[in-house]
């Protein structure tokens, strides 16, 4: 179970203060699908980020099975948006997915191996192995960071709007590839998203938070089928309901302003903060 209690976040240094996150309590169940929607801005990356051990908050904690996390820990595997800047250039693929594996010394050589190959299968990059990730599409190298953080058999994937900057259609389809291994692999995964479509269609839970200063404003069950599609969950008047909910919290949350500025396809307009 991880557990976020009275999370805040407080940057400081040249010569501003910036309050990220007031105040944020929540908590995802061991092998839970939670989304985290919220507008721009708002601290969602710092949520993360603090989640991970990346950050230390200024106040309140974060404990993944009662134990508090205060650094990197394994168990916890991140995804990041960047992927062009997670990936090393001057690695094959296949040595770009091995590399975390290399500082766990109690798993052998062979059995590295095999979870790398095992990983790329799960994504649908078999063939890939001895490319390197500039030879690789957009959407194919966001598969390459998916499958880096399988291999490390995370009990927690952490990702941070990993679709963000790739065409729509990578984008469903690498929606549906999180929800499959989810399935499959029974993780808990915190995915964030400033895209309210993204979040219902993902989440089992969307977690809603305000414009800054940051708080939960609600914790929003999404009782859809387990097993979705892009056609049939989208078209689905439970799928509409809840993405007008979600959209209308954020709204109260300050995140649309007065109620422009959000994009036609549910994403939050970049510029409202
Ligand atoms: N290292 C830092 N130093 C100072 N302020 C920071 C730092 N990182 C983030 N901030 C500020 O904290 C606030 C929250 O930033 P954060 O990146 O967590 O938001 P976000 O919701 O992920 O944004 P976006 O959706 O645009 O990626 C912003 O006002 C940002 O300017």
Redesign the pocket.
Known sequence: MLEVTGLRKL?E??GRQ?E?LRDLTFRLEAGELVCVV??????????LKCVAGLLRPTEGSVALDGTPVTGPRPGLAVVFQEYGRSLFPWMRVAENVELPLRQRQSIPKAARRARVAESLEAVGLAGVHRAYPWELSGGMQQRVAIARALAYEPEVLLM??PFAAVDAQTRADLEDLVRGLWRERGMTVLF?T?DIDEAVYLGERVLVLSA?PTVVLDDVPIQLPVRRDQLTTRADARFTGLRSRVLELVRQGGGAGAGAGDEPDGRVA?DM?
């Open positions: 940057y240094g040249s910036v990220a919220g507008p721009s801005g708002c601290g969602k990356t710092t949520l941070d709007e964030i400033h800054s970049k903060r």
